[in-house]
């Protein structure tokens, strides 16, 4: 791969995972395109990365709409280059027993998380088939497993899993590779919401989950960003249609 084609979309990049993920693929030397809803959303984000000596630019898409999608990677191709890297990483939270979760719960989390990768992934294959070379993670996570208060988050999450490993077999043989990486309790400001929503203490819930972790701590934006870098690396061609627990101990 050439400089030019170093080029990786980051959805949900405002701020938590996204916004740690964006950071660390600029440091790996991509050019990055920092998404979110609005892109004033990114600003931090892209000043973060400038600061830092690298490159990238906000861009404003909501990934559920197939035109939105459509548009803004057509600029980021135009802008930064083609993009080699797709991290699907936007998503929203609508948490609640079944018997009280809403149609639009159930809708809204399944157009952002799913609706939304598969859009993306669609509107970056082309760039990436044509230049023979891709990679493509998606934000999965331990609550596909299942998790009280979320059938609408872990059936998205599970989704992605399949999802993935589809994208593995139609895509490897252009030279694209497919992987998810499922997040165990990391801390963002979604979590913290989680913790308000059941009335805990957001450290008191962060020290019960610690508790409960072979490694004995709660995870960072950083971890996760981590495992995608390695993800998203040349290095990395020989892995395809995985899920890689990022825990703190065994799961899946």
Same mark, same amino acid.
């Given at each position: 791969?050439?400089?030019?084609?170093?080029?990786?979309? %980051?959805?949900?990049? &405002?701020?938590?995972?996204?916004?740690?993920?964006?950071?660390?693929?600029?440091?790996? /030397? *991509?050019?990055?395109?920092?998404?979110?809803?609005?892109?004033?959303?990114?600003?931090?984000? %892209?000043?973060?990365?400038?600061?830092?000596?690298?490159?990238?630019? #906000?861009?404003?898409?909501?990934?559920?709409?197939?035109?939105?999608?459509?548009?803004?990677?057509?600029?980021?191709?135009?802008?930064? /280059?083609?993009?080699?890297?797709?991290?699907?990483?936007?998503?929203?939270?609508?948490?609640?027993?079944? *018997?009280?979760? !809403?149609?639009?719960?159930?809708?809204?989390?399944?157009?952002?998380?799913?609706?939304?990768? =598969?859009?993306?992934?669609?509107?970056?294959?082309? @760039?990436? %088939?044509?230049?023979? @070379?891709?990679?493509?993670?998606?934000?999965? !996570?331990?609550?596909?497993?299942?998790? +009280?208060?979320?059938?609408? @988050?872990? &059936?998205?999450?599970?989704?992605?899993?399949?999802?993935?490993?589809? $994208? !593995?077999?139609?895509?490897?043989?252009?030279?694209?590779?497919?992987? #998810?990486?499922?997040?165990? =309790?990391?801390?963002?400001?979604?979590? &913290?919401?989680?913790?308000?929503?059941?009335?805990?203490? =957001?450290?008191? *819930?962060?020290?019960?989950?610690?508790?409960?972790?072979?490694?004995?701590?709660?995870? +960072?934006?950083?971890?996760?960003?981590?495992?995608?870098? @390695? $993800?998203? !690396?040349?290095?990395?061609? =020989?892995?395809?249609?995985?899920?890689?627990? %990022?825990?703190?101990?065994?799961?899946?």
């Amino acid at each position: 791969m050439t400089d030019s084609q170093r080029v990786a979309i %980051v959805t949900g990049a &405002a701020r938590g995972i996204g916004a740690a993920t964006a950071q660390r693929l600029a440091a790996d /030397g *991509f050019a990055v395109a920092a998404v979110d809803l609005n892109a004033a959303n990114c600003a931090d984000t %892209v000043a973060a990365i400038a600061a830092a000596g690298g490159r990238a630019i #906000a861009v404003g898409a909501d990934v559920s709409d197939s035109a939105a999608v459509e548009t803004a990677v057509a600029h980021v191709a135009e802008t930064l /280059g083609s993009p080699s890297v797709l991290v699907n990483n936007a998503g929203v939270l609508r948490d609640n027993l079944l *018997f009280k979760m !809403s149609d639009d719960d159930w809708d809204t989390v399944m157009s952002v998380h799913l609706r939304g990768a =598969f859009l993306c992934s669609r509107a970056v294959q082309k @760039y990436m %088939v044509e230049q023979k @070379y891709g990679r493509i993670v998606s934000l999965s !996570s331990t609550s596909a497993l299942g998790n +009280r208060g979320q059938a609408n @988050y872990a &059936a998205a999450k599970a989704g992605l899993q399949g999802f993935t490993k589809t $994208l !593995s077999i139609e895509l490897g043989p252009f030279g694209i590779t497919a992987n #998810a990486v499922a997040p165990g =309790f990391i801390v963002t400001e979604m979590t &913290a919401a989680t913790a308000a929503r059941v009335g805990v203490d =957001f450290e008191a *819930f962060q020290a019960a989950r610690a508790a409960e972790t072979p490694v004995r701590r709660v995870g +960072r934006p950083e971890d996760v960003a981590h495992a995608i870098s @390695y $993800l998203a !690396s040349e290095g990395a061609g =020989f892995v395809t249609g995985q899920v890689i627990y %990022v825990a703190g101990g065994p799961r899946g």
